[in-house]
């Protein structure tokens, strides 16, 4: 993305990377994050387009731009900005499937009125920001009960990555250690109770693949050879233990989860409504030439869906982290 090279996303203030989904005013060319673009609801400099203003990496307005005509300033019921569609418009120009219906104010209608430990149930929806339905429920069960125990399937399966994916960073790193706690000892006890069984197994492996760990698997023969071993059954009742033991803290996970994202989620609302309560101006929701528009829900709720909602890539640094370390 070279000519994006150095350029900040206006609405998040985060340098443009490779492999970012970049979407431009059809206006004034502005770039923005798409989902940057959709939580604002308009282009950033949507109060210079009557002056001309065409983006050119600097914030400058060029010297031969013209004005733009036929009611540039376009907004919706709730004032915010509605991008212009021109049919002669260059593919790639203006941002795709940008459609009135995903303005921050709309997405979660269907919660308002509805509120959980207080505070309105939309900023639940805008925290959690995906799968809302299964997760609004879930917390109006938990409301006002001292026992939060549920059950999540995600978590089952996919353990602390999925508290990961969740952004709940903390919790997620303390059960992926507790989980990796619980491997490495099974390999010392393993290693220290039945060295036998472990130098059979380290030798059919490196007659099979060369001294290196492939997707080949044991044979008949490979396993009556590791049985031969005179601790065999030791060997055998670490792997159940640690395994068992691995499956009850899964079990965990999936039970408390739920609980644990409910928390974060109901500290995260509550902290905001503090500081804009108290005043304080929050960075993120600042667009410099935009229109003085996202103010008290408006900001909330833009702040809470930037803040909250999934992420893929604490999860993947979690799970390249321990398969390095499983290699040492």
Known sequence: MPVLEGIKCPVCKNEFTDGDDVVYCPDCGTPHHRECYKMAGHCVNAGLHQSGFVFDGSGAV???????QSNPVNTNAEGFYIPRQDS?????????????????????KQYEGDTIDGEDAKFYAATVKTNTKRFIGVFKKFEGKKSKLGWNWGAFFFGPYYLLF??????GIGFLV???????????FLSAKAPKFVEATESIVAAKTGGTFSSMGFTQADL???QKAADYQTAINILMITFAALVVIRIITALVADGMYFSMVKNMIKNISKRLEGGEVIPMVTFGNAPAELTGDKAKMFFLARRGGTSLFPALIGYLAISILSTL
């Open 178 to 188: 507790i989980q990796t706690l619980i491997s490495y000892l099974g390999s010392f």
């Open 88 to 108: 002669g418009a260059k593919s790639g120009e203006a941002p795709a499937n940008t459609v009135p219906a995903m303005q921050m104010p709309d997405l979660f």
């Open 224 to 226: 009556a050879a590791m």
């Open 62 to 68: 060029k010297k031969d731009a013209a004005p733009v």
């Open 166 to 171: 969740r952004k709940m960073y903390s919790q």
